[in-house]
């Protein structure tokens, strides 16, 4: 059974969000405070992590960058107004999804499912599928999830990675922005291309030295390395 760790100072949110999310077989804890929260992400394994931006002690995009340091685990960010910039700050802190307020609880059930299910299928496609992508310095191990950069490993999020691996896929072909929203996010929503823009941008700087993300203006990206072999 998954576990949800629901980061929110609401108390009046808790409750009903445990009960809803039992309805669908996941386990929803919850923590008023983010101090509380990273200490329980710490002591016990948790599937993903929901936060809302507006928190006692620091604010929901503190909490993501505190997190970030030490997990990659999925996180949904709460935004209050729904606004493009809160969306934005979130998804360059490392946040795989948002969820604007007031929202209806099956939506919020529906968009962690999807990100569970994207992480449960990812050993499943790498069985059927080549486990290793190597290219000259990069190794990517779709079965672990891992990638090493000259030997080195890369620590991503889960959709840093699952956007690397989409590029590997199919190495030189170019991807539209909506075509990777629609392969990455497993849903219909709101069409959010500026999130695609981020989420290259985070998994680019990860990957330095080495520039094998091109920019097809107008088109989309491409993941453009040769093949070869990882000094990992």
């Given at each position: 059974?998954p576990?949800i760790?629901?980061?929110?100072?609401?108390?009046?949110l808790?409750?009903?969000?445990t009960?809803?999310?039992?309805r669908f077989g996941?386990?929803l804890?919850s923590?008023?405070?983010?101090s509380e929260?990273?200490a329980?992400l710490?002591?016990?394994h948790?599937d993903?992590?929901?936060l809302?931006?507006?928190?006692?002690?620091?604010d929901?995009?503190?909490?993501?960058?505190?997190i970030?340091?030490?997990s990659?685990?999925p996180?949904?960010?709460?935004?209050?107004?729904g606004?493009?910039?809160d969306r934005v700050?979130?998804?360059?802190l490392g946040?795989?999804?948002y969820?604007?307020?007031?929202f209806?609880p099956?939506e919020l059930v529906a968009?962690?499912?999807?990100?569970l299910?994207?992480?449960r299928s990812a050993?499943?496609?790498a069985?059927a599928?080549?486990?290793?992508?190597?290219?000259?310095?990069l190794?990517i191990?779709?079965?672990?999830r891992?990638?090493?950069?000259?030997g080195?490993?890369?620590e991503l999020?889960?959709?840093e990675f699952d956007?690397?691996?989409l590029l590997?896929g199919e190495?030189?072909k170019?991807?539209?922005?909506?075509?990777?929203?629609n392969?990455?996010?497993g849903?219909?929503?709101?069409?959010?291309t500026?999130?695609?823009d981020?989420?290259v941008s985070?998994?680019r700087?990860k990957?330095e030295?080495?520039?094998?993300?091109k920019?097809l203006?107008?088109a989309?990206?491409?993941?453009?390395?040769?093949?070869g072999?990882?000094?990992?």
């Amino acid at each position: 059974m998954p576990r949800i760790l629901l980061i929110d100072d609401d108390e009046h949110l808790a409750a009903p969000l445990t009960t809803y999310f039992a309805r669908f077989g996941c386990t929803l804890d919850s923590a008023k405070r983010p101090s509380e929260g990273i200490a329980k992400l710490r002591a016990g394994h948790y599937d993903a992590a929901i936060l809302d931006v507006m928190l006692p002690e620091m604010d929901g995009f503190e909490l993501c960058r505190e997190i970030r340091k030490e997990s990659d685990i999925p996180i949904v960010m709460l935004t209050a107004r729904g606004e493009v910039m809160d969306r934005v700050v979130g998804l360059e802190l490392g946040a795989d999804d948002y969820v604007p307020k007031p929202f209806e609880p099956r939506e919020l059930v529906a968009r962690v499912q999807t990100i569970l299910r994207r992480q449960r299928s990812a050993p499943a496609a790498a069985a059927a599928n080549a486990q290793l992508r190597v290219f000259d310095g990069l190794l990517i191990d779709l079965d672990r999830r891992q990638v090493m950069r000259h030997g080195e490993r890369v620590e991503l999020t889960g959709t840093e990675f699952d956007l690397l691996a989409l590029l590997a896929g199919e190495p030189g072909k170019v991807f539209s922005r909506d075509d990777i929203l629609n392969r990455l996010r497993g849903h219909e929503a709101e069409l959010f291309t500026r999130a695609v823009d981020i989420v290259v941008s985070r998994l680019r700087k990860k990957l330095e030295p080495l520039d094998c993300i091109k920019t097809l203006r107008n088109a989309g990206y491409a993941l453009a390395v040769a093949p070869g072999e990882s000094s990992s």
